[in-house]
């Protein structure tokens, strides 16, 4: 199968199988898709990254759905993932195909698309445009025509969505309680679609920004535009020897997912971050509902649900089922411990601008450190302490990795099994509350194991005995 649709979209590498003719072939099963729903009419927006080829992929793709009578909205920069997501909901089309291969390293591209609820296609749609698009691959049959012809016969506009976007961001956070704290921020956009947004909304708010990587690079400085604590290295040197900077933020290549350093340059894993805003919204902004998180993600979210009374929602990996929530107006906010978070009223998508700047909020207004913080809060709900590990998937692992999650072992690091949850990849409870989990990633060629435990002596254990468990004998 030439097209497969993983956790997030259809990814590969540009010019083995993401290739125009491809990208085009996905195009057509996707119009095929809006024609069967109706929606010709409401259009679709299309979006890229500043990946190389990038625009002229989407200007491609736009001519196929314009062939296809399909109205085109067509962005007229490169665009953050989540701002797209704001302009379904606002109602100004009916989706969107949006060119971004999101974190992954300068040589993939991908397509996401959204449909009309404005969160990531669920799998029930994603299967029926997979399975028409790799048909299309095989009889060729797509339609496309020019982008001269298609707004001649006034298919194609050329739309701007950052403006609405960013006027929202300025509405629903509390931008006056930052500025009168009247800290620094430094901020690294990865050379990509964060740029113009995160630290315009901050600066036209009267916050300094120190910036870096702030021009568009289709190869990311090197490697992908993945706001990991390896990848925030200067960042992290900047923050660190400026004493007027309270905190270093960064946004991965369509801005969907955020990266936090904390006042001394010191990286703070997404899965704490998600669990300080979910307390801060339900304890200090008083916002009403259950939490989600997917089944990676950190139990310290169970534990702010607790504390608080309300539901915690546990999902597969992947942030339409989290979105999903969100538009139901179930839940305060969700999160993914890769970095994914968003809010209710907001999009049923993950915001990396929103997340970096609902943190500004909530660390200016507590005027603590992250870190604090994190003390405060285990100080109420328990400590917990998360890892995740990535490897390299070889053909041996590929081919050992069903067979070995088939197994039942005893226990790991020598602590009993109480518990097996099977919603996406195998996820093992044990007896003292600490689990693993593993899984194969669906935006990587890596398995990756996730941890968390009480203490970090026995997080190294486990992760030692899961590594054992999968790269044994
Ligand atoms: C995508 C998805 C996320 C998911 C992440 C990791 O992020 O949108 O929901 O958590 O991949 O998925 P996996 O572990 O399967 O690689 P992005 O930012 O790449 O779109």
Known sequence: MTIKFGTSGWRGIIADDFTTYNAKCVAQAISDYVVEQGQSKEGLIVGYD???????????????????????????????????????ISGKSA????????????NYNGIKYSPKWGGPALPETTKWIEEHANEIVDSGKFKEITEDEAKSKGLWTDIDLKAD?????????????????????????????????????????????????????????GGGPDP?????????????????????????????????LDFDGRFIEPNYIIA?????????????????????????????????????????????????????????????????????????????I??????????????????????????????????????????????????????NPKGFAGIAIKDKITIDGTKFILDDGSWILFRKSGTEPVVRIYVEASSEVKLKKIIDSGK??????
């Open 50 to 88: 500043p990946r190389f080829m990038g625009e002229s992929f989407a200007r491609d793709i736009a001519g196929v759905l314009s062939a296809n009578n399909i109205n085109v909205l067509f962005s007229v920069e490169a665009v953050p993932t989540p701002a797209i997501a704001f302009a379904i």
């Open 354 to 407: 929103l997340a970096s700047l609902l943190l500004l909020e909530m660390v200016a207004r507590e005027n603590k450190s992250i870190v604090e913080q994190l003390r405060d809060l285990y100080s109420r709900v328990g400590t917990f302490m998360t890892s995740r590990v990535n490897l390299k998937l070889t053909k041996d692992l590929d081919n050992a990795f069903p067979e070995k999650m088939k197994l």
């Open 468 to 473: 054992e468990f999968i790269l044994g004998a």
């Open 228 to 260: 990991s604590g390896e990848k925030l290295v200067e960042l992290a040197k900047i923050v660190e020897g400026d004493n007027d900077i309270a905190l270093g933020l960064a946004t991965d290549g369509d801005a969907d997912r955020f990266g936090v």
């Open 165 to 221: 976007y960013i006027k929202d961001l300025n509405e629903k956070i509390d931008f006056d309680t930052i500025k009168k704290w009247g800290k620094k921020v430094a901020y690294d956009p990865i050379f990509a679609t964060g740029i113009g947004y995160l630290d315009k909304i901050l600066i036209d708010n009267g916050t300094d920004v120190v910036m870096i990587h702030d021009k568009f690079d289709p190869y990311f400085g």
């Open 276 to 352: 300080l805003l979910l307390d801060y919204l339900i304890r200090v902004k008083g916002f009403e509902g259950g939490v989600a998180r997917s089944v990676a993600t950190t139990h310290l979210v169970d534990a702010v649900a607790k504390y608080h009374g309300v539901k915690c929602y546990e999902t597969p990996v992947g942030f339409k089922y989290i979105g999903e929530y969100i538009a139901e107006g179930k839940i305060v906010g969700g999160g993914e411990e890769s970095a994914g978070f968003s809010i209710k009223g907001h999009v049923p998508e993950k915001d990396g």
């Open 95 to 106: 989706g969107a195909i949006n060119l971004t291969a999101s974190h992954n390293p300068y």
